[in-house]
């Protein structure tokens, strides 16, 4: 059984930073490919980034602000967000699945988290 879960949001200020980490039990992370995803309130649920082996990919709209790294010894996942815009408030969710190719479509992620509420408030 996969279990994830995330921590690390919180209320921060336009151009502020946080650190999320996703904890994973049942399977290693560094095996299979893991994306980040972020839910606003109305919104669908959008891709931010994704990791598998020394690979990733970012949606547009963070690239050169967030960064996604991995600590297999710990087992966890990490997404560092920097120069935060009210834009990046949502329930950020972390998830894998049971290939190693990334993909930036939810529908294709296996196992998720409980998420994480991020609020940039200005």
């Known amino acids: 059984q996969v279990q994830l879960v995330e921590s690390g949001g919180g209320l921060v200020q336009v151009g502020g930073s946080v650190r999320l980490s996703c904890a994973a039990s049942?399977?290693?992370?560094?095996?299979?490919?893991m994306g980040w995803f972020r839910q606003a309130p109305g919104k669908e649920r959008e891709f931010v980034a994704g990791m598998s082996g020394s690979r990733t990919l970012y949606t547009d709209s963070v690239k050169g602000r967030f960064t996604i790294s991995r600590d297999d010894a710990k087992n966890t996942v990490y997404l560092q967000m920097n120069g935060l815009k009210p834009e990046d408030t949502a329930v950020y969710y972390c998830a894998t699945r049971t290939t190693t190719l990334l993909s930036s479509r939810a529908d294709v992620y296996h196992f998720w988290g409980q998420g994480t509420q991020v609020t940039v408030s200005s």
């Open positions: 049942g399977r290693p992370f560094s095996a299979y490919a």
